[in-house]
């Protein structure tokens, strides 16, 4: 049942695609802005698990994006008052920033860039007189589509809030992130910034992307929800978080930018493209299939990001006790999971929050000349990381029969202070304030 309606959802979600990627171009083309705001209330919807408990004071855009999403819903589903979120699917204003710019244009025209941030000018001053719309709300700093949305809200004195998410790294993501945004002279044109950390908070300031003023650190609101689940004693399962190709190296930026661009940049001297994480993910999987085979009363979920590319040929014939999970947030499987493997991601601090058996795939960190720099810190124990394919059967056995004591810390909440600023798990609140605080824009 949950298929047939996930799959007829996504069927109206093209058709409405389509009849979108039709009717902006035409607005736009015979400057009918009063029409094409109509259409974005149509495609606009209340998110009713949020919705105020009291008078509507105010009335927020959201340009949804997994994980920001959640952080939002877990804050306001216990603190929202008096604000009325919608989702504004971010698909619209991309259809928009492509009808000025076509699909393959990377480089800005600057005659161009000044016809559409006038356009979005004369576009949110309609929805601000006439439908009232209060405030916006992203989670990426980056997104080209958006970025000239952020000047277009600061002109009208619209205060778009960057609910920024991206923000557990790794040391040597950080270096680089702060090097781009310091060389490419950054800056953001939105009204404030929420993050996870004081280092990411420190990485904008220090590059100048954002004056310290208007950056908060809040933390990690939707890690609350995995606190939850310390409590509950969870099932015979395993949870594994594909490990993905360059989780916490620094490719991303290289591949955007080119090696020359960093090449001043100390640590680039080291840097090698070809370096991925790939040994890691097949050996665990091959040591997850053998477990599987040995254990057929054990359910192992593999939960694969959403969007992430991957081979589907390495997940042919797979033991029936092992399960693929595509889609929804990766948190809740928590609940039910004894043992939670990961590498480099967001994932594993909510497992340390949970509470669950941490497990970490160390497969010849040695051979592999595995740096401290492109690891996520995470302080665990020496009993949390597998180091060699028998070692992390061996590991991973001893976890599944271990007593799981609800009352008993197996971790060290350091991490989620460190990373996520969250280990009081009092971050919701912070987001609620941080919000109410900034709906009325201050010059």
């Not at 979600?13 to 209330?41: Q, S």
Request: charged share 25%; glycine share 4%; hydrophobic share 35%.
């Amino acid at each position: 049942m949950y298929s047939i309606l996930r799959d007829t959802y996504n069927l109206l979600g093209k058709i409405n695609l389509k009849i979108n990627d039709v009717l902006i171009p035409f607005l736009i083309k015979f400057k009918m802005i009063n029409l094409l705001c109509l259409l974005m209330i149509l495609n606009i919807k209340k998110i009713r698990s949020i919705s105020p408990k009291s008078k509507i004071k105010y009335k927020v855009f959201v340009l949804s994006k997994s994980g920001g999403n959640e952080d939002l819903i877990y804050s306001q589903n216990k603190y929202n008052k008096n604000i009325l979120y919608f989702h504004l699917p971010r698909s619209f204003i991309t259809q928009i920033y492509q009808t000025f710019f076509g699909t393959k244009n990377t480089k800005k025209n600057k005659n161009i860039e000044k016809n559409y941030i006038n356009f979005l000018i004369s576009l949110l001053k309609i929805l601000k007189e006439k439908y009232k719309i209060n405030a916006f709300i992203g989670f990426n700093f980056n997104f080209i589509v958006e970025i000239d949305l952020h000047i277009a809200c600061n002109y009208l004195k619209i205060p778009f809030l960057l609910l920024y998410k991206e923000s557990v790294l790794t040391r040597s993501e950080r270096k680089y992130l702060q090097y781009y945004l310091k060389k490419k002279e950054v800056k953001f044109n939105g009204y404030k910034i929420a993050v996870y950390s004081n280092y990411a908070k420190n990485i904008f300031s220090k590059s100048n992307f954002v004056n310290e003023d208007k950056i908060k650190v809040i933390g990690c609101s939707r890690l609350g929800e995995s606190f939850t689940y310390k409590s509950k004693i969870p099932k015979n399962q395993i949870l594994y978080y594909e490990i993905q190709n360059d989780r916490g190296l620094p490719h991303r930026f290289v591949k955007q930018f080119t090696n020359n661009f960093f090449k001043n940049l100390d640590c680039h001297k080291n840097y090698n493209l070809k370096y991925n994480w790939n040994f890691l993910h097949h050996k665990t999987l091959k040591t997850l299939k053998k477990y599987a085979i040995n254990n057929p009363e054990t359910v192992i979920i593999i939960k694969i990001k959403t969007g992430n590319l991957h081979n589907t040929n390495q997940y042919l014939n797979l033991p029936k006790n092992i399960k693929l999970r595509y889609y929804g947030v990766g948190h809740e499987l928590l609940e039910n999971s004894k043992v939670v493997i990961g590498w480099n991601t967001t994932a594993i601090l909510e497992g340390i929050a949970a509470n669950r058996f941490i497990l970490l795939p160390y497969f010849d960190s040695k051979i592999y000349n595995l740096k401290k720099e492109n690891e996520l810190m995470t302080k665990l124990k020496s009993e949390n990381y597998g180091h060699s394919e028998k070692d992390f059967y061996k590991k991973l056995d001893f976890f599944m029969k271990k007593k799981y004591e609800k009352k008993k810390n197996y971790n060290s909440q350091y991490p989620l202070k460190y990373h996520l600023s969250n280990a009081d798990n009092k971050a919701g609140f912070r987001l609620d304030k941080f919000l109410n605080e900034n709906l009325r824009y201050k010059s």
